[in-house]
């Protein structure tokens, strides 16, 4: 944060402090209530919530379910925050109606990225709407075509490397997964002619995306208006593209063009605003995720070489059978892979906290049979990255183990429904994640097949600085060049 974005975030926090101090006052005079509220998290009044939380909110729920349970609620500034930790107490968060729980209201920092009417500045009813675009864009039919692109950018990009050499397995992964991307979302013309400046202004777009951009969006710092410069252009590039493809009447295989083909249930087509809106939704929830992903599996991989032994010898067994071959259903045969994969995620969702604002009074029950009442107006929470490694669902919940998803064992199914929530879950379960076990698992494949590995850097930490939470720092790998064959 530079000098200018410190000043402006300062003098915004002493106007919000005034307004919480007045509604402190109130609060003190007001008459109690016979609810019974969570337990509240201690901290001094105004700002210390906002302190304690800006800190970590990790470390700050791990502390504070360990003195409060699984259900207690975080003061920061004018706002509320209940959290619900584990499977037992989480089922309303991921069960309830839109009317009751709603995201629009705690995800309107993303409006000046994504655009305007899309995702969380439409209603509810025409957000659902929008996600079955999603839903239609992603079906089995489009996965397939979508796999035979990945299998293409995998080929192609790692063709590039030496017979032997040393790479930071991030870097590379991160600049595959958007080639990827721009391939099967984006669709062919910015993949093959706009590659470039694409790939520059959505870096401006995410880079706009600050922890200051959730409490202030529309703030006027550098990192905003490069921001809203880089929506600007995109939308420009986007509109150009549909109006050929129109025009033309030529049908690509890739998101864009069902976006473009989507109606609305009352016969209206999507707009380019919409169109391009919806892309940068796609993008953002996707490449984050699969690259981020894709780098900790192979680093834990390589840190434990029982699961990349397993893994090499699951591609021997698939190649057995189906030769060199890599599409839809042979990755869907991929149980070792799949399940180094899920384990990568169990330990580092990338969202580390879920929200959701209460619109209506409810009533939970911890695991250990405690009833706390919500009060409408609370934000209430999740923690993927915490509630992943609760003690009592995961045994050893720290260790790297993909076998604890595996038959007879099945831990992510032991505390029964959102015992693991990487994903989400219920309602709003992330409609995009067949399709980013397949890009890994594409990725994943041909790195298997093509090269032997090492991990020479130290083991790699999280970068809790960003937004989404990612890998801090380079994973440096030794590589060389070498075909597995099933008789190796």
């Known amino acids: ?90 089922g309303h968060f991921f069960k309830a109606p839109e009317a009751q729980l709603s995201q629009q209201e705690v995800y309107q920092f993303n409006v000046p990225t994504f655009g305007p009417g899309v995702v969380f500045d439409v209603d509810y009813s025409v957000r659902q709407e929008q996600f079955r675009f999603f839903t239609e864009a992603l079906r089995v039919t489009k996965l397939r075509s979508y796999v035979d692109q990945m299998v293409v950018e995998a080929e192609g990009y790692f063709s590039k490397w030496g017979d032997s050499g040393t790479v930071d397995l991030k870097y590379e992964l991160e600049h595959l997964i958007i080639l990827t991307a721009s391939r099967c979302l984006l669709g062919r013309e910015v993949r093959d002619k706009l590659f470039d400046d694409v790939s520059a202004l959505f870096h401006d777009l995410d880079n706009g995306m600050r922890p200051i951009s959730v409490i202030f969006p529309y703030l006027p710092i550098p990192a905003h208006r490069r921001r809203d410069r880089a929506r600007a252009r995109i939308a420009e590039i986007f509109s150009t593209i549909i109006r050929s493809r129109k025009s033309s009447g030529k049908s690509e295989d890739d998101m864009l063009q069902c976006f473009i083909d989507s109606k609305y249930k009352d016969g209206r087509s999507t707009t380019e605003g919409e169109i391009t809106g919806l892309l940068i939704a796609a993008l953002f929830a996707g490449q984050h995720t699969s690259s981020i992903t894709s780098t900790w599996t192979g680093a834990y991989m390589l840190r434990h070489k029982q699961f990349f032994s397993a893994a090499i010898e699951e591609q021997k067994e698939i ?17 070792v892979l799949y399940r180094c994969i899920k384990e990568a995620l169990r330990l580092h969702p990338p969202l580390i906290m879920l929200l959701r604002y209460s619109h209506d009074d409810f009533t939970v029950t911890t695991k250990e049979g405690k009833e706390y009442d919500i009060p409408k107006g609370h934000i209430v929470a999740t923690s993927p990255a915490f509630a992943n490694r609760l003690p009592h669902i995961y045994k050893d919940p720290d260790t790297y183990d993909p076998d604890r998803f595996a038959a007879g064992r099945e831990e992510d199914k ?27 698992k594409a990725i994943w494949s041909h790195l298997l097949r093509n090269f032997e590995f090492e991990l020479i850097s130290p083991f790699p930490e999280n970068n809790w600085k960003a937004m989404v939470v990612g890998v801090k720092g380079e994973v440096m790998v030794r590589y060389k060049r070498r075909k597995l064959s099933v008789d190796n």
């Not at 307004?19 to 109690?32: F, G, H, I, Q, T």
């Not at 105004?46 to 970590?56: A, P």
């Not at 190649?319 to 149980?335: F, V």
Request: with cysteine; proline share 7%.
């Open 1 to 90: 944060m530079d000098l200018a974005e410190h000043k402006l975030f300062a003098a915004g926090l002493l106007l919000a402090a005034t307004l919480v101090l007045a509604k402190l006052v109130a609060s003190v005079l007001a008459p109690r209530s016979g609810k019974r509220l969570p337990p509240t998290v201690s901290a001094p009044p105004v700002v210390g919530g906002l302190l304690r939380f800006m800190r970590g909110p990790i470390p700050m729920i791990r502390e504070e379910y360990a003195k409060l349970g699984g259900v207690f609620t975080l003061n920061i500034l004018n706002r509320k925050i209940s959290f619900f930790i584990g499977p037992e107490v989480s």
């Open 319 to 335: 190649m057995a059978r189906h030769g060199n071959k890599l599409d839809h259903d042979i990755l869907s045969e991929m149980d």
């Open 414 to 440: 032991a505390a029964g429904a959102f015992s693991y929530i990487s994903f989400g879950g219920g309602r709003h379960g992330c409609l995009g994640e067949p399709f980013a076990y397949l890009q890994i």
